[in-house]
């Protein structure tokens, strides 16, 4: 790519409505040559509306978009892509049943005049996006057949296939962890070493300060500030974006010693050596682990979406039968599952049908539904997660990522008394600091009235700062459990990659023949 002088795309006074709500009020922003420029805010900033303007899915009130110093009238879709412009969603977007050459050129498939493909040019182009990324990954293999890992880098290389300038990743280490995340990191480096633009939208504060030259702030639909991230901290990022300080985690009781839940020899899957826990009221028992060792299946076992292959759950000392959410539910055992849209919520519903749904049973008289108090329970539940906008009866699909998040959060701890038992998988995921800080407040108070809390996050820093202890799970198999002078990343990644000889006396080495830490979402 020969060297370009100014910015390769900008944004100049960008202003949106959406009926009566303002989503972006004279933004400003540019992304020059060799950089990577972090857009950060809360959910409802007007992140996504900006990206959205700048890749031609929108178009703006007001302001324009200029892309190698060229004002473009009306930008769409294909020609931001003609001139350079590569985004990935969060939301991946390769279909499964295509092969990786398919799903990297559908919608962009290279043609001869008659109408037939040019698959030999296509073939070409398609490896040497590949090779950029550093991806060995076969161009007939099914996109099913990826990782995790592989599709997020198969995303960035048919971003790159069209002779991109700019990149903009929206969240792209939402799904990652560990050496798959540093994989990502990797490539987002090489491509700015390579002269190209980058545009990262995380909420993951240390991303920003890892990878990032600059960051716009946007709060409210409104233009905060652009800094240099070395002249930033942590806490001066944290309040450009919220606007206040959001304080740390206050001092906690020591668990109690009354035990809410035992697992005794639940085994996860074929081979796997069984799992065996305690927890205690008022403890945060934090789970980590890659992708790919079973977390997640934990987690359904417990809120009894899918059976164990033997073993025992005990609440309060009594064994219980999981065989439906219900029975979970029944037993005092509530199940954030990781995710929203597939298992937490139902997006073509309102907000207030949403929450309800959890509820019908005490919002019922002879079988019909009593609307006055569906609505006082979702209003309730409204004012106490702060979800934005508070619209009971907008669709919960119209939400932002990290709204709908808090949508799933209250429909399930909404109600009092709490559960005596909460299983969070990845709570925060796809959530902006206030959000977290919001939520982790929220897992104080379930403490506080005697409730224990299963934390499962990808996020180290997370599990360290928030459990009092901490099982490392890897292969379907508990790896380590460690006790607080014992926290570090580098110890959980030791774990989580390794494996050791587990509290049980079980060793977890290379697992099954077959099973990597690499094996995709379903089996996270």
């Not at 003609?82 to 990935?88: H, M, Q, T």
């Not at 716009?216 to 450009?240: F, M, P, Q, Y």
């Not at 519903?349 to 309800?356: K, Q």
Request: aromatic share 2%.
């Amino acid at each position: 790519m020969e060297h370009l002088e100014g910015p390769l795309i900008a944004a100049h006074g960008i202003c949106k409505r959406y009926g009566g709500v303002t989503a972006l009020q004279d933004v400003s922003l540019e992304v020059l040559p060799g950089e990577i420029h972090a857009l950060v805010g809360e959910n409802g900033a007007g992140k996504s509306t900006l990206v959205k303007i700048l890749t031609g899915a929108e178009t703006p009130d007001a302001g324009k978009v200029m892309i190698l110093g060229e004002e473009i009238g009306t930008l769409t879709p294909g020609k931001a892509r003609a001139r350079g412009i590569g985004v990935v969603y969060q939301e991946p977007s390769l279909i499964s049943g295509l092969t990786v050459l398919e799903g990297m050129f559908l919608g962009g498939e290279l043609r001869r005049h008659a109408g037939v493909l040019e698959r030999k040019a296509m073939r070409s182009k398609a490896r040497d996006a590949l090779d950029m990324v550093g991806a060995r990954i076969r161009l007939g293999s099914d996109v099913s057949a990826l990782s995790v890992a592989e599709r997020q880098l198969v995303e960035i290389a048919r971003a790159l296939l069209f002779d991109a300038r700019v990149l903009i990743l929206d969240e792209p280490s939402a799904i990652l962890s560990g050496p798959e995340l540093d994989r990502v990191f990797a490539v987002i480096r090489n491509v700015r070493a390579a002269g190209l633009g980058v545009l990262y939208i995380s909420h993951r504060l240390a991303e920003i300060f890892q990878l990032a030259d600059r960051a716009t702030v946007l709060k409210d639909g409104g233009l905060v500030a652009t800094r240099s991230v070395d002249n930033l901290t942590t806490d001066e990022l944290i309040r450009l974006m919220v606007g206040r300080d959001v304080g740390t985690r206050p001092p906690r009781k020591p668990p109690r010693e009354r035990v809410v839940l035992e697992v005794r020899k639940l085994r996860l899957r074929p081979g796997s050596a069984p799992v065996s826990f305690e927890l205690r009221a008022g403890e945060v028992l934090g789970v980590a682990g890659l992708v790919g060792s079973s977390r997640s299946r934990l987690a359904s076992i417990l809120g009894g979406v899918r059976p164990a292959r033997s073993g025992t759950v005990l609440r309060n000392g009594r064994p219980v039968r999981l065989r439906r959410p219900r029975d979970a539910a029944r037993a005092g055992i509530v199940v954030i599952p990781e995710d929203r849209k597939r298992e937490g919520l139902i997006l073509g519903h309102s907000l207030r049908e949403n929450i309800a749904l959890a509820h019908l049973s005490e919002l019922s008289r002879a079988g019909v539904v009593r609307r006055t108090e569906e609505r006082r329970l979702a209003s309730e539940a409204v004012r106490r997660f702060g979800i934005r906008p508070p619209l009971i009866d907008a669709s919960v699909g119209a939400l932002s990522g990290g709204n709908q998040q808090k949508a799933v959060l209250s429909k399930w701890l909404v109600t009092e008394p709490p559960p005596e038992v909460a299983v969070l998988d990845e709570p925060t995921r796809g959530v902006d600091v206030g959000a977290k800080f919001e939520i982790y407040r929220l897992i104080e108070e379930l403490l506080g009235g005697g409730a224990g809390v299963l934390l499962i996050s990808s996020e180290l820093p997370e599990v360290i700062a928030m459990s009092d202890r901490i099982i490392v799970m890897r292969a379907g198999a508990i790896a380590g459990t460690l006790k607080p002078d014992e926290f570090s990343e580098e110890t959980i990644l030791r774990l989580a990659v390794l494996g050791e000889e587990s509290e049980s006396g079980a060793v977890t080495g290379d697992g099954p023949a077959g099973l990597t830490a690499n094996q995709g979402a379903g089996g996270a």
